[in-house]
């Protein structure tokens, strides 16, 4: 089975929006997280998907994802006090309904990335098969410096080795439980992202290639963007 577990818990404060998480802003008619999620539902690959969401938003979900006819949505979760608890949260609800963790891909993507195309989704699920897991990565368009605890620079990266992380990573369900497990023996709670932890614990990955157009809505010039490359869609479309 290939399972999509979508990160919808946080509060987008960056958004400087109180009264909605980002998650739930409408974007050309629809809120990101139905775009982030049809990403998944219209993949004939992808068998089920299960959304880590804000408890006193779920209703309000619920309603998004039957008035869209999202028919794939098997689990919707409460997050935890971090982004790797709440991650945990969801695939704990995966794994206790899944015959075969060991055979299972589990996805991982965030409820504000709304334009994961369907190339890539099926790119992660080859590269997991082949080489167990699968990381989605971008080129950074310009030079990055390493810096040190007093603003001096100490090292420029070759940009061609540089890449942004991206999302979806995607793991076998079995092994990336295992890593979450192992982090909780070890208490510790800081990784930001599923890639971050699997390469703690020595599991090797490898990347798919996306384009800067996965974006991730973070601040108010991500809306636009989104909405200009939706615009821009449907003019290639007509």
Not at 17 to 25: A, D, G, S, T, V
Not at 183 to 205: K, Q, T, V
């Amino acid at each position: 089975m290939n399972i999509a577990l979508v990160f919808a818990g946080g509060r987008g404060l960056r958004m400087n929006n109180p009264e909605r998480p980002k998650q739930f802003m409408d974007v050309e008619g629809k809120a990101v997280i139905i775009h982030a999620l049809l990403c998944f539902e219209r993949h004939n690959e992808i068998d089920g998907i299960a959304v880590v969401c804000l408890e006193e938003w779920q209703e309000h979900l619920r309603g998004l994802i039957h008035k869209e006819g999202i028919t794939k949505v098997k689990w919707i979760v409460s997050g935890g006090d971090t982004g790797q608890e709440s991650i945990y949260k969801g695939l704990q609800a995966i794994y206790k309904d899944c015959e075969k963790p060991k055979e299972t891909v589990v996805l991982v993507s965030d409820g504000v990335r709304p334009y994961v195309r369907d190339e890539i989704i099926s790119e992660n699920l080859s590269c997991v098969r082949n080489h167990g897991a699968s990381v989605t990565v971008a080129y950074v368009p310009e030079n990055i410096v390493e810096i040190d605890e007093k603003g001096k620079i100490n090292r420029l990266p070759t940009r061609s080795n540089c890449m942004f992380a991206k999302a979806p990573q995607s793991f076998i369900l079995e092994d990336l439980m295992a890593a979450h497990a192992k982090a909780i023996s070890d208490n510790i709670r800081r990784f930001i992202n599923s890639a971050e932890l699997m390469n703690h614990y020595g599991h090797p990955m490898y990347v798919v290639v996306d384009s800067i157009d996965n974006i991730k809505i973070t601040t108010q010039t991500d809306l636009y963007t989104f909405s200009e490359i939706i615009r821009r869609q449907k003019e290639a479309e007509a």
